[in-house]
């Protein structure tokens, strides 16, 4: 069973920069996206930054300009850049990986332990 694993959350001051990292434990084949989530505690989990395969970025607007998502698909890497960090981000960040299968078949989805940030203002 592949596992996504993360780390770099932690404790910071508002202001502040964070790097999360996520790798597969082994190697996912077709990747169609990676992306970072979070659940602050009482609230949905939302999107926070979404990568396709082609490079392209989507931002939640609360996080646009601030955080920057990047990755390599050959490697099973992502990375979000927090910068500028705000108390209202202070919540468990999950990495996420869609994988593409077979046509006529929805799309594979791998998810990580999640790391809490927090940010104290």
């Known amino acids: 069973q592949v596992q996504l694993v993360e780390s770099g959350g932690g404790l910071v001051q508002a202001g502040g920069s964070l790097r999360l990292s996520c790798a597969a434990s082994?190697?996912?084949?077709?990747?169609?996206?990676m992306a970072w989530y979070r659940q602050a505690p009482g609230n949905q989990r939302e999107l926070v930054a979404w990568?396709?395969?082609?490079?392209?970025?989507t931002y939640a607007d609360s996080v646009k300009g601030r955080f920057t998502i990047s990755g390599d698909n050959a490697k099973n890497t992502v990375y979000l850049q927090m910068n500028s960090l705000k108390s209202e981000d202070t919540a468990v960040y999950y990495c996420?990986?869609?994988?593409?299968?077979?046509?006529?078949?929805?799309?594979?989805?791998?998810w990580g332990q999640g790391t809490q940030v927090t940010v104290s203002s």
């Open positions: 990568l396709t395969s082609g490079g392209i970025t």
């Open positions: 996420y990986f869609d994988q593409l299968r077979r046509p006529g078949y929805s799309t594979r989805a791998y």
């Open positions: 082994d190697y996912i084949v077709n990747l169609n996206a």
